[in-house]
């Protein structure tokens, strides 16, 4: 059983900077496509980012772009995404999810098998 526990949620001012972690079980972070996404109050899911198991090839919703930044380290099982230039349109709980082993990256909830139990950001305007 795959778990993922994030972490480094808080709250933050507009044009701030918060990283996220992610901490995963077993050798899942370098076997599966990893993803962060995140629900705001009264909207749907959304993709945020992504990043494939194999060398490492990162997506980013066009919202994020150049402002977010997705990593790991294999050697401590950890994902993070780090944000930068926060507004208050960031504000949501972020979950990490997890693909299933040797699978493509995809940026649609239903294609990760595997989630955390998420983490607020909040940013105040």
């Known amino acids: 059983q795959v778990q993922l526990v994030e972490s480094g949620g808080g709250l933050v001012q507009a044009g701030g900077s918060l990283r996220l972690s992610c901490a995963a079980s077993g050798s899942t972070i370098n076997k599966s496509p990893l993803a962060w996404f995140r629900r705001a109050p009264g909207k749907e899911r959304e993709f945020v980012a992504a990043?494939?198991?194999?060398?490492?090839?990162?997506y980013y919703a066009d919202s994020v772009k150049g402002r977010f930044t997705i990593s790991k380290v294999n050697a401590k099982s950890t994902l993070y995404l780090q944000m930068s230039s926060l507004s208050p349109e960031d504000t949501a709980v972020y979950y990490c999810?997890?693909?299933?082993?040797?699978?493509?990256?995809?940026?649609?909830?239903?294609?990760?098998?595997?989630w955390g139990q998420g983490t607020q950001v909040a940013v105040s305007s």
């Open positions: 990043i494939s198991w194999s060398v490492g090839t990162t």
């Open positions: 999810a997890a693909g299933l082993t040797w699978s493509l990256t995809r940026t649609t909830p239903d294609e990760y098998a595997y």
